[in-house]
């Protein structure tokens, strides 16, 4: 048996440090001194201008958190009540609650136990007269399979809502995730690849969604009368000073996935050959793992036990975070009496099982080292 790395003591390892450089301090410094610091300033015409230009996108708002774009994709689309959007239940709770607040309907799909995506083979399937979207989150380090995808939502007319918010950077193939479907979205959370602490952006190449999208995001304020306003709607705007760190971020976007994939491969090559757990691939068919998080999943089905991995990891000095709790498994959701006797069996293994390690990008290599040595230890 390989033998522990050992560093100090003291030292501890969360699963991730948002980095905030001198230059992203004096940027938000010159911002607050110019007066721009609410929900209007140049700082965010720029993060949007850069971002759509980035992911090939026409549009691009930025609202106040990725949860806030999600609500504001669905709101765009003029949904009726209880029609059906399909989502994968192994997801954030943001998806759901995008879909319930618009008065719609969420039908869920299990994962594929590969990628930790939602399982295409079976979307068709559950599709009905009333469905009328697919919302698709990107899980943890793969796109889903955006060809596959895209022709389901052709044949059957179906529209697109692309959940990027792990995925800055990645490509499908050529082509930028994010850059998908009729509407795109990202979070800029302390925790993504870049950060303005708080927010999020909602892209289009659709002018005409573009307009909703902007009006949603801010009161549906009127266009004759400024306080007659159009639609029920939401103050979701981004300010000026946290734009200013999305721009000066996004310019680190290719240094910080480069160091992202280093230290995911690191692990991959460490975790290869341990019996005892399962990883996901360096890469597919059509793209490369970008490690947003790095997820282990213990193959002893048994949330006691994944439990206790996680406790004796953290006395080693090493934060993890279990993944996503199915949306067919949530406390509130069964109050709400939604997916009753619903079983997704790929998802329960997934959440049941899985946790992930720190992957921030100030992480040493010997501090990578101490992570694999000790979770191999330990769960061999």
Request: net charge positive; glycine share 4%.
């Amino acid at each position: 048996m390989k033998k522990k790395s050992k560093l100090n003591k003291k030292i501890f390892l969360p699963v991730n440090r948002p980095i905030v450089t001198e230059g992203d301090a004096k940027k938000i410094y010159k911002a607050v001194k110019s007066g721009w610091i609410s929900s209007a300033g140049p700082d965010i015409i720029l993060f949007e201008k850069n971002l759509s230009k980035f992911v090939n996108r026409k549009y691009a708002c930025a609202v106040s958190s990725g949860t806030a774009a999600l609500e504001i994709a669905v709101k765009s689309l003029g949904l009726k009540k209880n029609d059906e959007i399909i989502m994968p239940t192994f997801t954030i709770i943001s998806n759901a609650i995008a879909i319930i607040k618009n008065l719609a309907k969420p039908v869920l799909i299990d994962s594929d136990l590969d990628t930790w995506n939602i399982d295409v083979k079976k979307i068709e399937e559950k599709i009905t007269k009333k469905t009328k979207a697919i919302m698709l989150p990107h899980i943890y380090g793969f796109p889903c399979d955006m060809d596959k995808i895209l022709k389901i939502c052709k044949k059957y007319k179906l529209y697109l809502i692309e959940d990027a918010a792990e995925m800055l950077g990645q490509n499908y193939k050529k082509n930028k995730c994010g850059s998908f479907g009729d509407i795109s979205t990202f979070s800029f959370y302390a925790n993504k690849h870049i950060t303005t602490g708080e927010g999020g952006m909602v892209l289009t190449n659709n002018k005409s969604l573009y307009e909703k999208i902007k009006d949603l995001k801010n009161l549906n304020f009127g266009k004759i009368n400024r306080f007659n306003h159009t639609d029920i709607s939401w103050n979701y705007r981004l300010t000026n000073m946290q734009a200013a760190l999305g721009v000066n971020q996004l310019k680190r976007i290719n240094q910080i996935i480069k160091k992202k994939r280093f230290i995911g491969n690191y692990y991959y090559k460490s975790f290869i050959n341990n019996k005892n757990i399962l990883i996901q691939p360096k890469e597919t068919s059509y793209a490369k793992n970008i490690y947003w998080i790095y997820g282990v999943v213990l193959k002893i089905n048994s949330l006691k036990y994944k439990t206790e991995i996680q406790k004796k990891l953290f006395k080693k000095g090493i934060e993890t975070r279990p993944f996503f709790w199915p949306m067919h498994k949530q406390d509130i959701f069964k109050k709400l009496n939604l997916f009753k006797n619903e079983k997704y069996p790929n998802a329960e293994y997934l959440s049941n099982n899985g946790f992930y390690i720190p992957t921030g990008i100030d992480l040493t290599k010997k501090q990578l080292s101490y992570i694999a040595d000790t979770v191999n230890f330990i769960t061999r």
